[in-house]
Structure formats: structure tokens, C-alpha cells
């Protein structure tokens, strides 16, 4: 089983005046020498921010008054633990204490037979009961062999529709929860990206970064991770259908998120928390 959590010793990192490449590149060498690999760029996510920041290549920028999430994955042959904790530095305690406590109280409700629907109403409920939000249109997931979202869906409501989890599945129960409108969508440019086809590319260039990002498989990688002079090979594969990019999800109407989340085995009468 993958037991690897290095997310307590990257969450000691964020500090005001620290550089978000700083604790990236820290975490994500972390993960190398406990003997994985990264399942995806650190996620440094901050105030309006869901998910999908990652620092640029030499990136200068520095941690203020932020709410940071740091959402990170390890994995090992492909098999992949997924986790994320929110590291307060605005002022907002209760923020941050509504997703956790819903991520506590969803993981105690789990267990073989459960339907998502149901676990999706205890998050909505213990959030709603600190005042605030989840965000309705990110969800929990299953994970597999080198897929990092796979079903199924964990919804962070009810939902008219559910999936009932057998004895076995391994998932991320991942709640947000923000004092805005409860909605993300796309926003600011992409540094995360990941291979969806390996069709023939004309350029020398993009022909080159192509078998640079093979190593990856479908996992999602950073610009950063390739070097400095990247662009234009990179928006070749992006428009030949190769590559997709991740797009930064912000909260459409500007509020902070905070986010919990662990990577589960489900059990018969409960789950087995795998990213501790």
C-alpha cells in the first residue's frame, strides 16, 4: 500500500516571505527522496485560488496575508495518494476549520454500500453549519494506475444522482469550502499540463519536448519541470492535440477557499485513511 504524506513538513514551509518555487521544489524533492515520485505539480493555491497554481520557472513570487492550499500527490508505479491542507496566514481560522471538519466528519460516514450522494450531504452539511460554502462544482474522485482523476465522482453536495462504494475502492474525499459564491471556473494562464495523445508533431522542437513529457504518461506535469525555453514547443502540442492544459480555478466571485482532503481504502464497516 502507498503511504507517503509529506504535506505537514511542506505546510511548515509556507511562511510569510517565503517563495512559493521555495516550497515547491522542497516538496517536490521531498517526495523523490522518501522514494516516490510526484503524481502532479504542488498545487500552491492561495486566497481566491481552488486549484491548478503551480509557481512558473524561476518564479519570485512570495507568500503575504494568503489563505495557501497546498494540494500534493505522490505516487509510485503509478498507483497514487492524493492529499491536501490549508495553511492559514490571513486571519481566517474558520475557514479552514469547515473543510477540515468536513473532511473528519465524511470520512467517519464511509464505509462499503454508502452512496456519494450521502457523503456529499455531510460535507455540504458540516460546511453550512460554520456559515460558508462548499464549492459545488469540484468534486472528490477515485483514483487509478497512473489516472489521477478517475471515477468515481465525489460530490461536495447531494446531488440527484449517485455512485454506491464497494469494499476496496480507493478515493479522495477533497472538500472545499469558501465565504463566496460556492462556483469556480477557469482562470490565468496554465503551468500544469498532461499528455492526452501521442500523435505524430511536425516540429523538430515540439517533437523533442514530446518524448521529454512521455515519461510522464497521462500524469500532469509542470512547465517548470522542462526548462526555460519551452513555449513555443509547448503551445505546438497544445494546438496539434497532444497536450491540455490546466487553467488556474478561482471562485467567480473573489472569495477565499479552503481546502482538506485524504486518499481513503473503503472498507467494509469504515475506510482506511491511506495518506496519513
Given at each position: ?13 509556507v ?62 508505479d ?87 462504494l ?15 459564491a ?30 521529454e513529457?512521455?515519461k510522464?504518461?497521462t ?58
Amino acid at each position: 500500500m502507498l503511504c507517503l504524506s509529506p504535506e505537514m513538513d511542506a505546510a511548515r514551509k509556507v511562511v510569510e516571505g517565503e517563495s512559493l518555487l521555495t516550497v515547491a521544489e522542497f516538496t517536490e524533492n521531498l517526495i523523490r527522496e522518501k522514494g516516490g515520485e510526484p503524481a502532479f505539480p504542488v498545487n500552491i493555491s492561495r486566497n481566491d485560488e481552488a486549484a491548478h497554481a503551480t509557481p512558473s520557472f524561476n518564479d519570485k513570487t512570495v507568500f503575504g496575508k494568503d489563505m495557501v492550499k497546498l494540494d500534493i500527490g505522490v505516487h509510485i508505479d503509478g498507483y497514487i495518494a492524493d492529499t491536501a491542507v490549508t495553511v492559514d496566514l490571513s486571519g481566517n481560522p474558520k475557514l479552514v476549520e469547515a473543510a477540515q471538519v468536513a473532511l473528519e466528519n465524511a470520512l467517519k460516514f464511509i464505509h462499503a454500500g454508502v452512496n456519494t450522494s450521502e457523503i456529499g450531504g455531510v460535507v455540504e452539511d458540516t460546511i453550512g453549519s460554520f456559515g460558508f460554502k462548499p464549492i459545488i462544482n469540484l468534486t472528490g474522485h477515485g483514483l487509478e494506475q497512473y489516472i489521477q482523476h478517475a471515477p468515481p465522482t465525489i460530490p461536495n453536495k447531494r446531488m440527484p444522482h449517485s455512485v454506491v462504494l464497494e469494499e476496496g475502492d480507493i478515493v479522495a474525499i477533497e472538500p472545499f469550502a469558501t465565504d463566496g459564491a460556492g462556483k469556480i471556473h477557469d482562470a490565468g494562464n496554465a503551468e500544469i499540463y498532461h499528455l492526452i495523445s501521442n500523435r505524430p508533431v511536425r516540429h523538430p522542437s515540439a517533437r523533442a519536448l514530446l518524448q521529454e513529457i512521455e515519461k510522464y504518461k497521462t500524469l500532469p506535469f509542470a512547465k517548470r519541470w522542462l526548462g526555460e525555453r519551452v513555449d513555443f514547443a509547448l503551445v505546438q502540442l497544445v494546438k496539434a492535440g497532444v497536450i491540455q492544459p490546466y487553467p488556474v480555478l478561482k471562485e467567480i466571485k473573489g472569495g477565499l477557499i479552503s481546502q482538506a482532503e485524504h486518499t481513503i481504502l473503503v472498507t467494509a464497516d469504515g475506510c482506511e485513511v491511506i495518506t496519513k
